[in-house]
């Protein structure tokens, strides 16, 4: 215990630290596509302002001490409502989206996240104290509060702050300067060039040097390395979702699955769906199995940041079995359907209830979609392309 005692605790090591965001309605505010969410919230911008109809039309839950009307008069006049929307780590390798609105989150945690989102950051996520297993994890992103644990507030410890858009260290100084005199280094912001410079020519003088990145080999290097930091700001290392780059006349289809940071998730998550198919998939899949449409569908797809029932990456057509709870998600079922539209695939739907009672019905429709897109790609003088640029009706 003396041991423990005498070492500095995590809350004396960084100056801020604050719990992860707590929506009291995850499913209202957080989604996988920022598209989706754009659209659902210039919706509920322009509905009636009455708190029984919006709670009613956009299935949000009522909560003591919060008023729904005072997110939507935030919205009121927003013409831009993408700059409400960042990326936000809900679970460990789980990046979502979320709509960061004070009013409409319940509790959004500015005094730490005001440094991470839109900026160059990392953040230490852990508990305080734990019911069950201890978890730790690295983000750069917001977080929610149950990041790596279900049963205990998570908090973030930024590795930087933002005072009048210059980057601090969110570190203790005190603890800094002991951490680098028992080393015998020099401390070094990394964001500093020129002080960087300095140290590349202390370091090239024969003395250590400390920074918060490992030092480039010259000063040419650090140009170089504050070049690639700037593209990454402006998001340009991240691979755009589907569709992959443009589609030439007999080209095959290349389909982005995901975005790479939640992909091992959802694929997981497939193969539980093919696993535990629902008996109305399972005949529906018989049907259309191995080719018997004349193209190769595959079950539980990852595509476009979704995992659909069938797809058939050549022709780019989804088809989605609906079962009676889609009869309440009508609307996000829609939202859904265009956001597939819009990454260039084409959705057709049967309910639970059309397979069952008219299965060779419903085959039929699909083989005539499948006829009409083959048609419209060959006619195309862009090829394969030429699938993006209808839709079925």
Not at 25 to 51: C, G, P, W
Not at 228 to 241: F, M, N, S, T, Y
Not at 285 to 308: D, M, S, T
Not at 374 to 381: I, L
């Amino acid at each position: 215990m003396e041991r423990y005692n005498g070492n500095l605790s995590i809350e004396k090591i960084f100056h801020l630290s604050g719990a992860g965001i707590v929506t009291a309605h995850d499913e209202f505010v957080i989604d996988f596509s920022k598209q989706v969410l754009e659209m659902k919230f210039q919706r509920f911008a322009n509905s009636l302002r009455d708190t029984e109809s919006l709670h009613r039309d956009f299935k949000v839950a009522k909560k003591k001490g919060w008023d729904i009307l005072e997110g939507y008069d935030n919205l009121q006049n927003n013409v831009d409502f993408g700059k409400y929307i960042y990326n936000i780590d809900y679970r460990p390798f789980d990046t979502r989206e979320i709509f960061y609105e004070d009013k409409l989150v319940w509790r959004t945690v500015r005094q730490v996240f005001d440094n991470i989102n839109g900026k160059e950051n990392y953040s230490l996520v852990l508990p305080k104290q734990n019911k069950k297993d201890w978890g730790v994890f690295i983000s750069k992103f917001c977080t929610a509060h149950k990041l790596v644990s279900a049963y205990d507030i998570n908090y973030n410890h930024p590795l930087y702050r933002y005072e009048s858009n210059d980057r601090i260290p969110n570190l203790n100084r005190k603890m800094i300067q002991q951490f680098a005199s028992g080393l015998s280094l020099t401390f070094l912001p990394d964001h500093d060039l020129e002080r960087l410079r300095e140290a590349v020519e202390l370091r090239e003088q024969g003395q250590d040097v400390y920074s918060g990145w490992k030092l480039p080999e010259t000063v040419e290097d650090i140009e170089q390395l504050f070049e690639r930091r700037e593209k990454a700001q402006k998001g340009d290392d991240i691979a755009p979702l589907i569709p992959q780059g443009e589609l030439l006349r007999g080209q095959k289809a290349k389909w982005k699955t995901a975005d790479p940071r939640i992909y091992e998730v959802m694929k997981e998550r497939a193969k539980e769906l093919r696993k535990n198919m629902t008996a109305t998939e399972k005949v529906f899949w018989q049907e259309i199995r191995a080719n018997k449409l004349g193209v190769k569908f595959n079950r539980q797809h990852v595509a476009a940041g979704f995992i659909l029932d069938f797809f058939d990456p050549e022709i780019g057509l989804a088809v989605e079995i609906d079962g009676g709870y889609h009869e309440n998600q009508k609307e996000q079922d829609q939202l859904r359907t265009e956001e597939l539209n819009a990454q260039g695939i084409q959705v057709i739907r049967f309910s639970n209830t059309q397979v069952t009672k008219n299965l060779l019905v419903c085959i039929r429709e699909l083989q005539d979609s499948i006829d009409k897109i083959q048609s419209n790609t060959k006619d195309s003088p862009l090829g394969a392309r030429g699938r993006q640029e209808h839709s079925l009706h």
